[in-house]
């Protein structure tokens, strides 16, 4: 496609379901990123692939997140056992080299906990 | 730890006069900077970035401005239009060798544009 895919575009999740949050980045595109945003907040940094090598997981903010690109295209965040303050906008993005350029957002999804 | 912030948490300008949205960083080693643009319910919008060899690029009605000296950077917006009505948001790249690949945002401007 033309940009970076998210879906779905809006998830509301009962305490302590699971979810999927799905990305498709640009094709071609080595790196993907996932970010956090909470409202009136700048994007925070969950997680960083490098094709489908998972490099940076520093931000994930505990073990109930994870992330996957198994074929180095597609990527899932799932959060298991969801709580309240999972509450944000999931964006994902995608840039075609390693480093030092610009990176390309999808719309995000934005993910409400109740 | 290392941060990107902005001075100024709202901007109200005059249709038509210039913008200038600043923001300061504390990473005197980054190399790389971009300036995003986020309306309402979309993700972040590519505007202008710089890289740490340069004090300034220009772009159509935008300039970013690089001072290390004293770690600023302002995006400067010519002759504001309704449509530049967004949020604002500076960001960095960290240098090679310290989690270089990920980019660290600042909390953002919000612009907003009086008729």
């Known amino acids: 496609g033309a940009g970076v895919s998210q879906s779905p575009r809006y998830k509301v999740a009962k305490r302590g379901q699971d979810v999927a949050l799905r990305c498709d980045p640009i094709s071609g595109h080595v790196s993907l990123f996932w970010y956090q945003q909470a409202l009136g907040q700048g994007p925070e940094f969950l997680t960083y692939?490098?094709?489908?090598?998972?490099?940076?997981k520093s931000g994930l903010p505990s073990d109930r997140f994870f992330a996957e690109r198994p074929e180095g295209s597609v990527s899932t965040l799932k959060i298991q056992r969801t709580q309240q303050e999972d509450s944000a906008v999931y964006l994902c993005?995608?840039?075609?080299?390693?480093?030092?350029?610009?990176?390309?957002f999808g719309s995000g999804t934005q993910l409400s906990v109740l | 730890g290392e941060s990107v912030g902005l001075h100024l948490p709202t901007l109200s300008v005059q249709e038509g006069d210039n913008s200038i949205i600043n923001c300061a960083y504390s990473n005197s080693a980054s190399d790389y900077f971009i300036w995003y643009k986020q309306e309402s319910g979309k993700g972040p919008q590519f505007i202008i970035d710089i890289r740490s060899n340069m004090d300034k690029r220009q772009g159509q009605r935008v300039t970013v401005l690089l001072n290390k000296t004293v770690k600023h950077l302002s995006l400067q917006i010519a002759a504001t239009q309704p449509g530049d009505s967004a949020v604002y948001f500076c960001?960095?790249?960290?240098?090679?060798?310290?989690?270089?690949?990920?980019?660290?945002f600042g909390s953002g401007t919000r612009l907003s544009i009086r008729p």
């Open positions: 993005a995608s840039r075609h080299t390693v480093q030092h350029e610009k990176l390309f």
């Open positions: 960001a960095e790249n960290p240098p090679p060798g310290s989690s270089a690949s990920k980019i660290i």
């Open positions: 692939f490098q094709n489908e090598a998972q490099l940076d």
